[in-house]
């Protein structure tokens, strides 16, 4: 989905070479509704088997506000992206006001997906994640100001959330996460608050795109295969860095987990048991690994064997029956 859209800018670019001026005044609109709408139909229908396959329980409601929203948040963004390089391209200044626009349609379109997913976080003030992520939260000098339980609904997510000063865990973590695996989780979503990782990855992409866009305006003409090279680079560049600074925020909160938790074996399970449970491939390819914003699970189980020292052995025995159980 990501490389679609400079592959559809090129095209768009491609088809009308021979008129400059068609290229330079065209409505944006040529260039966004016929993508978007393509990848909202496909997602549709990736929903709808997404939901057959894994037994979600997604009406046609769901899966229409599901599809629109992730389409919103990704791909409408990346194209109002490339319409507002292209505003720039041709030296008019609103290619930044675009920019904005494309930066205001992916949050916006974040916040939303969140809730069609039934992402709706409920204040608790009581119970086993209240009370440990009071404790966890004063032992790694974090302010807490709210715990939240995320349920579980009919997407079947399975999650642990940080924003601001509040944690937010899908409640279906206590049936099967307890005592220092769940200290692991929360001690978690405690670095990302500690370290301000939110909003630190918002100020780098958005610091990404106005450089690129500034770049962009002061950039002379270019044949187009120069321009077909730049639109995959402008798209993906800041997509892949933004992507290996989530990875690197994950690593850093796995450590400063164990740290505070002191137990490496038990971050082990914890991380083990949810991308079993969650069906998250456990290892996958470089490439595959550019385009994702958590590392597989053998990278980060080995990161946590280091910082733990755990033995060899011991991560052996656990990935043995990984392997067994996925295969049963």
Request: aromatic share 10%; glycine share 6%.
């Amino acid at each position: 989905m990501t490389l679609a859209v400079p592959v559809w800018w090129s095209l768009f670019l491609f088809v009308n070479k021979a008129d400059a001026a068609f290229i330079d005044s065209a409505p944006r609109s040529f260039l966004a509704l016929p993508l978007a709408i393509s990848v909202m139909i496909a997602r549709m229908v990736t929903f709808r088997a997404n939901a057959k396959v894994f037994e979600k329980q997604w009406t046609g409601r769901d899966i229409l506000r599901l599809a629109f929203w992730r389409t919103v948040s990704s791909t409408v963004a990346l194209v109002l992206v490339a319409a507002a390089l292209e505003d720039l391209y041709s030296g008019r200044l609103a290619g930044f006001a675009l920019m904005f626009v494309a930066g205001a349609a992916a949050l916006i379109g974040k916040i939303q997906l969140n809730a069609a997913e039934g992402l709706t976080p409920r204040p608790v003030k009581s119970g086993e994640l209240y009370k440990r992520s009071v404790v966890m939260s004063k032992r790694m000098g974090v302010h807490l100001r709210r715990v939240c339980v995320v349920p579980f609904g009919r997407g079947k997510l399975t999650n642990a959330y940080a924003g601001g000063a509040q944690i937010a865990v899908t409640d279906d973590y206590g049936h099967w996460l307890h005592g220092a695996e769940l200290d692991f989780v929360i001690g978690h979503e405690l670095s990302h608050i500690k370290h301000k990782d939110a909003v630190n990855q918002l100020m780098v992409v958005a610091s990404m795109f106005v450089a690129l866009g500034a770049a962009t305006f002061f950039l002379p003409r270019m044949p187009l295969s120069l321009r077909i090279i730049f639109n995959f680079g402008a798209i993906l560049i800041p997509l892949v860095a933004l992507y290996a600074l989530s990875r690197r925020y994950e690593y850093a909160a796995d450590r400063s987990a164990v740290e505070a938790t002191g137990e490496p074996e038990a971050g082990i399970h914890s991380l083990v048991s949810l991308y079993r449970r969650c069906e998250v491939p456990d290892e996958q390819s470089r490439f595959i690994e550019l385009f994702s914003t958590h590392p597989a699970l053998w990278p980060r189980v080995a990161a946590i064997a280091r910082v733990g020292r755990v033995s060899p052995e011991y991560i052996s025995n656990i990935r043995a029956g990984f392997a067994g159980i996925s295969a049963d």
